[in-house]
């Protein structure tokens, strides 16, 4: 039973209570249950036309003489429900108002940060990169200027890596502010995560050969793996990727895998590196939190920017351990 | 004539009943007519049950009061609960602390003429409403 018929049955009980006995109490849970219809809104018209049929049928089966006494009677027990129910839905109008003002105080309150956050980004990027990028011009005439000093070349050379470093930083936050903000729709494509993950060895390359890494891939099919994707995406796998060769020993082996998962393809990492904690596993997907790396360079929110990205595209990322010492960074993105 | 008067304590539902039972029989020799008792018997409900849910008992006093060239009723629903810590906020319209759709008291100002509280953390609440002929 619905819970519209369920209440209209309930009320023509109290009716026949009340005609029967003229019961108070009958009343009573009249005016109780006619919160019940506001609250299941449930409008007056239907009420009342319960109340009509059910008087009918009482009428119907009342000797003539005594009709006109329960037709009078019944005013009473359909006035408290129309009572009851207007300073109920009275009520329920000042409250719905006084949330639909509250949430709406609220929305507005966040789109102000959010605004000021946007603009205080821009004008920090804007405002340091161009002192910086004096740094990098003047450390780099200093390197050239300075013939055979080696120390104060290497000084200088210092300075520019570190600017550098900065201007980095600078950028990944603006484009953690610009993932957070939303992708928009066009920016969406069909790509192909295997020539994705071609493109990232291609541009890792030099690291690569650098750290001594050896690359396994492990591909479940040689066919395409389509899904909808962005830039955006496309730097997640880059960001994972660079992560666990960066975090490994040098010249260990990092093992690719692209699996089929229902309505997902499964892509994942696997380092022989020291691991991560499982209290750190959902932990470093937040802002400025690293894994303990002295002497590892980074914002502390690639990690961040990499799991909105990934969530922005329907997809899932996560940590598990390798069971041959290590981690293995999953990646799920629904198949295109 | 003397004026009738009728004093229930509450302290469960079938003293909310037998309040709303004292306020019609009152209200109807007062010479209300039936939409009016409806009135004054849903702002007895609300009284009581707003004893019932927030100071756990209390009483109710039904009178018919006489005041220059008016004729009417008189309900006092007085408890020793904890009091309204925000009278201002418990007057507002869409306010309720006790969960769910519930008169309380806006709605019940609106049924009666006249509408006083008294109410001092700790010690109680004191509601009268009255209603003219």
Redesign the interface.
Same mark, same amino acid.
């Given at each position: 039973m619905t819970h519209e018929s369920e209440l209209r049955e309930k009320y023509s009980e109290l009716l026949r209570g009340f005609l029967e006995s003229r019961d108070? =109490?009958c009343?009573?849970d009249i #005016?109780n249950i006619s919160?019940e219809f506001? @609250?299941a809104n449930i409008g007056p018209d239907y009420i009342l036309e319960a109340h009509l049929n059910t008087l009918n049928e009482i009428i119907s089966e009342t000797p003539v003489d005594k009709a006109v006494q329960v037709y009078n009677n019944a005013?009473?027990p359909i006035?408290?429900l129309m009572?009851?129910y207007a300073?109920?839905y009275? %009520?329920?109008i000042?409250?719905?108002?006084? =949330?639909y003002l509250r949430e709406k105080r609220l929305a507005d309150e966040l789109n102000d940060a959010n605004r000021n956050q946007e603009m205080f980004i821009s004008i920090m990027s804007h405002d340091i990169r161009n002192p910086l990028s004096a740094v990098v011009g003047y450390s780099g005439l200093i390197q050239k200027r300075s013939k055979d000093n080696e120390k104060i070349k290497r000084f200088a050379e210092k300075i520019e890596k570190t600017a550098m470093e900065i201007d980095r930083m600078i950028e990944s936050i603006r484009t953690y502010s610009r993932v957070k903000k939303g992708i928009s729709e066009e920016d969406f494509d069909e790509i192909d995560l295997k020539t994705t993950l071609s493109e990232i060895f291609e541009f890792l390359d030099e690291k690569i050969q650098v750290h001594g890494t050896k690359i396994e891939k492990r591909y479940r099919t040689d066919g395409e793996y389509m899904v909808l994707g962005t830039e955006f995406l496309k730097n997640a796998y880059l960001n994972i990727i660079d992560n666990a060769i960066k975090y490994s020993p040098k010249n260990s082996m990092i093992s690719i895998t692209l699996d089929d998962a229902e309505t997902d393809w499964k892509f994942g990492v696997a380092d022989h590196g020291d691991g991560i904690s499982n209290e750190m596993k959902e932990a470093v997907f937040e802002r400025f939190t690293r894994n303990d790396k002295r002497g590892i360079k980074g914002s502390g929110i690639g990690l961040a920017i990499t799991k909105h990205a990934i969530e922005s595209h329907g997809g899932k990322v996560w940590i598990a351990d390798n069971p041959g010492g290590g981690c293995i960074f999953y990646i799920t993105v629904p198949k295109a | 004539m003397s004026n009738s008067e009728e004093t229930i304590p509450i302290k469960d #539902?079938?003293d909310?009943?037998?309040a @709303?039972?004292a306020g019609?029989t009152i209200s109807s020799k007062c010479g209300f007519g039936?939409?009016d008792q409806? @009135?004054i018997?849903?702002a007895i409900? #609300?009284l009581a049950r707003n004893i019932l849910v927030y100071a756990v008992t209390g009483t109710v006093y039904i009178r018919e009061v006489d005041a220059t060239g008016k004729h009417g009723i008189e309900v006092v629903a007085e408890d020793h609960g904890p009091g309204i810590v925000n009278l201002d906020l418990a007057m507002t %319209? &869409?306010?309720?602390t006790g969960g &769910?759709? &519930?008169? &309380?008291l806006?709605?019940t100002k =609106?049924?009666m003429d006249e509408f006083e509280i008294v109410t001092a953390v700790g010690e109680g609440t004191t509601v009268t409403v009255r209603k003219w002929v």
């Open positions: 108070e =109490r009343l009573y #005016e919160k506001v @609250r005013s009473e006035f408290n009572v009851a300073t109920a009275h %009520d329920y000042a409250m719905t108002e006084e =949330r | #539902e079938y909310i009943v037998a @709303r039972s019609k039936l939409v409806t @009135r018997s849903t409900s #609300e %319209d &869409g306010h309720t &769910g759709l &519930g008169a &309380g806006p709605g =609106r049924l």
